[in-house]
């Protein structure tokens, strides 16, 4: 079983900067793409950010520029700078993983429980 683990949240002033981490545990083949998404409450989970397992990043237009996603491919830990923060920019930040539990050529999606970042002064 594969666990996401999320990490960094916490509360900033707007203009601050906070830098989230996921790391899986457990047993597994392989993580593919990864990515992160935040929600609030009475809104849809909105994506954020995606990292490939080559590097290849892509950002929705609300994050670019203030945002970076990079990935340790040696731990498969992946990681999101935010600088720049607005109030907007609050919510749970979740980390998604596509997961190949065995080397079968199978692959799934995994969700992490989410870190809060709250931006507010």
């Known amino acids: 079983q594969v666990q996401l683990v999320e990490s960094g949240g916490g509360l900033v002033q707007p203009g601050g900067s906070l830098r989230l981490s996921c790391s899986p545990s457990?047993?597994?083949?392989?993580?593919?793409?990864m990515a992160w998404y935040r929600q609030t409450p009475g809104k849809q989970r909105e994506w954020v950010a995606t990292?490939?397992?080559?590097?290849?990043?892509d950002y929705a237009d609300s994050v670019k520029g203030r945002f970076t996603i990079s990935r340790n491919n040696a731990n498969n830990t992946i990681y999101l700078q935010m600088n720049a923060l607005t109030p907007e920019d609050t919510a749970l930040y979740l980390c998604n993983a596509q997961v190949h539990p065995y080397n079968d050529g199978a692959q799934f999606p995994y969700w992490g429980r989410g870190t809060q970042v709250t931006v507010s002064s």
């Open positions: 457990g047993t597994f083949f392989s993580l593919n793409t």
């Open positions: 990292i490939t397992t080559g590097g290849n990043t």
